[in-house]
């Protein structure tokens, strides 16, 4: 059965300091793998999705992530963490069936 | 504007009362889905639609039923809600899968008493 895996329920960075938000996946198959960002009351948004081709990719916002199907995961990252992404942040992973399933969400603070 | 509305924002409603939560979107996607967010569990699909007429389960379909006779609306029908019910909901549509980018509408606030 598929699913996804997040292992840091919270996490707190500094203003400018990097940020690594882990997943890991478990699918079969070529996995179609996504990150969503869900600000406090609201709904999500599409940060960047791999499909294929270059395992590093590019989102919105100043995030990317990398696929590593050695490791089964596909982390997300920023450089800098502005004081505005301060948000929950979900990996995902779809199904040739067409279900999804989300993993349990990184709550992420940042200090000033 | 492009965009998935929900109605309503918030019910509180009492057990076996049966309910519908609507669910429409205005960019003519074929693929659409409800979610319930729970703390600690993140969100989990109930059911989703490829098409008209065509809707399939998702992970936690129990004590839940929809339609999509329409393309634009897919409510969300519990005919005996429970307090275990009670969540907040998500619906989503995608342009052509599950695989696609998905636009999520604002959330439903459910409590079951």
């Known amino acids: 059965a598929q699913s996804v895996t997040q292992p840091d329920i919270h996490i707190t960075v500094s203003e400018g300091a990097s940020l690594e938000l882990r997943c890991n996946y478990s699918?079969?198959?070529?996995?179609?793998l996504f990150w969503y960002v869900q600000s406090p009351g609201q709904g999500l948004q599409l940060l960047l999705k791999?499909?294929?081709?270059?395992?590093l990719v590019q989102g919105i916002k100043g995030f990317e992530a990398e696929f590593k199907r050695s490791q089964s995961s596909f982390n997300l990252r920023k450089p800098s963490v502005h004081w505005s992404d301060a948000a929950e942040y979900f990996c995902?992973?779809?199904?040739?069936?067409?279900?999804?399933?989300f993993g349990t969400g990184t709550s992420l603070t940042v200090i000033p | 504007e492009a965009q998935v509305t929900q109605n309503p924002r918030y019910l509180i409603t009492v057990t076996g009362k049966k309910l519908t939560v609507t669910c429409s979107q205005n960019?003519?996607?074929?693929?659409m889905s409800w979610y319930r967010q729970d703390p600690g569990l993140g969100l989990r699909q109930i059911y989703y639609?490829?098409?008209?007429?065509?809707?399939d389960k998702g992970d936690v379909p129990e004590g839940y039923k929809v339609s999509r006779k329409e393309k634009r609306n897919f409510p969300l029908i519990l005919e005996s809600p429970s307090p275990n019910q009670t969540s907040l909901y998500f619906c989503?549509?995608?342009?052509?899968?599950?695989?696609?980018?998905?636009?999520f509408g604002p959330g439903t606030r459910l409590t079951v008493t």
């Open positions: 989503a549509s995608s342009q052509t899968s599950g695989r696609g980018e998905q636009y």
């Open positions: 699918y079969g198959a070529t996995p179609y």
């Open positions: 791999y499909f294929s081709g270059d395992t």
């Open positions: 995902a992973v779809a199904s040739t069936g067409n279900q999804f399933y």
């Open positions: 960019m003519n996607h074929e693929y």
């Open positions: 639609s490829m098409n008209v007429e065509v809707t």
